[in-house]
């Protein structure tokens, strides 16, 4: 399944932004694989932290086949030690169990969280250790599929900015702006300012 969008999404970016719509002329449609389920999506974002991706991917098919079904029960049955022979340290493994014993608890309820807003989605998920802010927004376009996230905090969307428009920086006001352009569509405008972050127009 990958990031829903079409042309209703790329329409209203291309109206809003001519620089933008080149970058989409050029690049096509973009697919990124996303997982509807925000339980394993979310531990699956707690293996890739500061990790390479090639190592990512060996630690999660490691987690993976220890836990074939990737519920919170499954994940809280097993021994700290179990997991962190997948190729994870003792702290990610502290916030694998933590996630697991929320969900257990009620604390955070996964399937609720498609019915939040964005904002509330953030608000709850950054209560548990090991989720940053960036990390619930990374969630909500990829498990979620919201179509309106741009993230402050991720450096490549900073990057695909400004290669994009020729800045040297993108303060917070900027920023806001082109969020702004962006809405409702964000999302979307996203996967095009990732692929920029390693390509120049």
Known sequence: MF??????????????????AAAIESIGIIERIINPDPFSA?????????ISNKAAATVWQRLSTLAVN??????QDLADE???RCGLSLRKVSYIKGIAAAA???HIDFAELDTL???????????LK??????????LIFSLARPDVLSYKDLAI?????????????DPAKFERLRRRYSPYASTASLYLWYLSHESL
């Open 3 to 20: 990031f829903p969008y079409g042309d209703k999404e790329i329409a209203h970016l291309k109206k809003r932004d001519k620089k933008l």
């Open 42 to 50: 979310l531990l699956h974002s707690i293996v890739s932290q500061q």
């Open 70 to 75: 990737m519920t919170p029960q499954v994940i």
């Open 82 to 84: 179990e997991i962190q």
């Open 104 to 106: 257990l608890s009620g």
């Open 117 to 127: 807003t964005d904002g509330d989605v953030i608000s709850k998920l950054t209560t």
């Open 130 to 139: 090991g989720v940053g802010e960036w990390t619930a927004e990374m969630l």
């Open 158 to 170: 900073k990057k695909g900015i400004m290669n994009l428009y020729g800045y040297k920086e993108v």
